[in-house]
């Protein structure tokens, strides 16, 4: 439970705002690489942590990240000319590089002295794992760029994609922590006694801290067979790191590999999700169609997506498109894919989910604990100092791991290895 005015403190990430201060000491997603993809092509209207941006690939390759209107009178620089490594304003002409320098002023007289002064707002970026990053928190505490183990798993091992979620970051990186409700909301094979996560349906949860958030070792017990253990990573402030080597029925996944989510504020009521996969090894084949069945299977495959933009069609307007009949026979929610079940029932909190009304139970421990210490890092960031997580040596060598532990074996000498980076 938080008070009224903590959930409003760890939920606000526009500029100004503690919330906000503490997403700009990282590096966060911008977009996908492949939203922006020719040089001098059309510049994109973006919105990251409550501001309105315009983000653009330049004559030379590299991309821009800079304020959508023009510092001149404020006209939209999207309708902007990408042209000769600069992005032009149309409605005078003024020419701006990625770094906001003002390049050119037609409409002054010539040797006017203006052209030095005007700057563009721009952000740095830089480019990986198929991401486009971004830092947009003081410069002097800029730290080295992201290094999370995906980002170096070659690009035919590992895959990105994005999704819009109609609500705070906050209730997405909550579901993201929440190993119990995979039981429930996302028990797709009604009656089926062999799925792992049905054996055990409260599961216990024993959480660590370290330099980057936490780890958690979510334990099932599975009887007979020993324990299935799950180490999930929680990296600050809003990125969670899962493992599926094992697959949904036991035995070895189809290809086993590691998963996760990082939840980028759009703005305090929207916010975009990356999805990001990297291969457990450099054996193991991600290919083109089992990529597209696993996006399908997530609800979130090409068909599943209104054309043209990072939106379910299953959304909150038509209720998932829920089917009564189903959920009776089929799947606990009658709600298809397992990413739409999410949205459903976490855009479904509301705009701002109220904590102050909640009723926490010990599978929530996980969430207890990562709000704990977004809370810190707040009040850290206000005086000054330095939240967990920024620098990569925090978490750069850190990978998740899921297996089922035999009785009478204990998990940490069985996940000693697993735990460490392979890429
Ligand atoms: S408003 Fe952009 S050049 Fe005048
Ligand atoms: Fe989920």
């Known amino acids: 439970v938080l008070t009224p005015a903590e959930n409003t403190r760890v939920t606000r990430v526009g500029p100004g ?3 906000g201060a503490l997403f700009r000491r990282y590096w966060q997603p911008a977009c996908l690489s492949s939203e922006l993809p020719e040089r001098d092509g059309g510049p994109l209207r973006l919105r990251l942590l409550g501001e309105d941006l315009i983000a653009f690939r330049d004559s030379a ?7 959508a209107f023009c510092p001149h009178r404020r006209a939209p620089l999207f309708f902007g000319r990408n042209e000769e490594c600069g992005l032009r304003c149309v409605y005078h002409g003024w020419k701006f590089d990625r770094d906001g320098n003002c390049v050119d002023m037609p409409s002054e007289p010539a040797g006017t002295t203006l052209q030095q002064k005007v700057k563009l707002l721009a952000y740095p970026t830089v480019e990986r794992g198929g991401v486009v990053w971004t830092y947009m928190g003081p410069r002097d505490a800029m730290p080295e760029p992201p290094d999370y183990e995906w980002l170096r798993a070659p690009p035919e091992k590992q895959y990105v994609s994005k999704t819009f979620e109609n609500c705070n970051w906050l209730q997405g990186l909550e579901g993201g922590l929440d190993t119990a409700h995979s039981s429930f909301a996302h028990n797709n094979h009604l009656g089926e006694k062999t799925v792992l996560r049905q054996k055990d349906k409260s599961p216990h949860i024993d959480v660590e801290r370290t330099d980057y958030g936490y ?20 990296v600050m402030p809003a990125q969670q790191m899962r493992a599926n080597t094992m697959g949904w029925f036991g035995g070895k996944n189809q290809v086993p590999r590691l998963d ?13 999700v990356y999805n990001w996969m990297c291969a457990y090894d450099d054996t193991i084949e991600v290919s083109e169609a089992w990529r597209h069945r696993r996006e399908n299977e997530m609800g979130r495959g090409k068909d599943d997506v209104i054309p043209g933009t990072f939106r379910l069609k299953r959304n909150q307007s038509n209720d998932y498109l829920i089917d009564r009949q189903m959920q009776k026979t089929q799947n606990f929610t009658g709600i298809v894919g397992i990413n739409t079940q999410d949205f459903a029932l976490q855009e479904g909190m509301g705009p701002i989910c109220d904590r102050s009304k909640e009723f926490l139970g010990t599978s929530d421990k996980a969430i207890v604990a990562m709000r704990r210490l977004l809370l810190e890092a707040l009040d850290m960031v206000q005086n000054g100092g ?3 997580g920024v620098d990569p040596v925090s978490y750069r060598s850190v990978r998740p791991h899921d297996r089922i532990v035999p009785p009478g074996h204990d998990w940490k000498t069985i996940f000693d290895k697993e735990l460490t980076a392979k890429w």
């Open 260 to 272: 996760g989510h990082i939840w980028v504020p759009i703005d305090d009521t929207t916010t975009h």
């Open 17 to 19: 705002t503690p919330g």
């Open 215 to 234: 780890f958690y070792i979510s334990t099932r017990d599975m009887g007979d067979e020993g324990k299935y253990i799950r180490v999930y990573h929680y």
């Open 386 to 388: 330095k939240p967990r």
């Open 61 to 67: 390759g590299k991309v821009g990240l800079v304020d």
